[in-house]
C-alpha cells in the first residue's frame, strides 16, 4: 500500500514502464529508526522497489541508498560507488558474514541529512552476503567507499542513522539544524 501511494505520487510514464522518483525521509523523521523486515520472495514487485530506489538514488547524486530512507521497510539497498556511475549493485537481505578487525575513520554523508558531513569509524573491509535482483545468493568483499557506504546502508535498514555513531551533543546540534531548515523551507 506505502509503495503504491509513493509510485503514484512522482510516477513519470514511459513508453514500456513506469519509473519513480520518490521522496527522501528527512532527519529526524522518527520513520528513519524503524527495522527493516527481510524481503520473502524476489519478485516483479521487490525489482519495481529496486527500480525506482536506483533512479531515486541517481537523481540524488548519492552513492547509495536504503528502502528505509524511501519509508519502504524492507531489507533492500542499492549503491554504485563508481566513478562512471555505470556500476549498479542491488543487495537483498544483506549480511556481513565477516569484517576486519582494522576500522578506518570516513567523512559520511547522507542524502537524509543533505549538506551534513562528519567523521566515523568502521571496520575498514567486510564480507557481505546478500540475494540478487534475480534472489541469487551473491558474495562480496568491500574496502574503501564500497565498504563504508555498504555499512552505512545496511545500518538504515536496522533504523540507524550515521549521526547516531556520533557524540550526544554533535547529535543533537544537528537534530536542531534540520529542524530550523525545516521550518524555514514550510510554506508561511
Ligand atoms: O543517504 C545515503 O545513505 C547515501 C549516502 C551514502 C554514503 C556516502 C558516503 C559515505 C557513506 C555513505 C550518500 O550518497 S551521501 C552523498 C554523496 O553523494 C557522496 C558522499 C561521498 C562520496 C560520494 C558521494
Ligand atoms: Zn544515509
Known sequence: MLRLEARCRNAIEAPEF???LLD???YPDPRLHKIAQPVAKVDEGVRA?????????YAAKGVGLAATQVDIHLRIIVVDTSEQRDQPMVL??????QR?????????????LPGIYDKV?????IRVRALDGRGERFEIDADGL?????????DHLDGKVFVDHLSALKRNRIKVRMRKRQREAEPA
Open 24 to 26: 527522501i525521509l528527512q
Open 146 to 154: 564500497l565498504s563504508v557506504c555498504v555499512q552505512h546502508e545496511m
Open 49 to 57: 522497489i529496486v527500480a525506482d530506489l536506483f533512479e531515486t538514488m
Open 92 to 97: 537483498i537481505n544483506p549480511e556481513i558474514v
Open 121 to 125: 569509524t568502521r571496520p575498514d573491509r
Open 18 to 20: 513506469i519509473m519513480a
Open 100 to 112: 576486519s578487525a582494522e576500522c578506518k575513520e570516513w567523512e559520511e554523508g547522507c542524502l537524509s
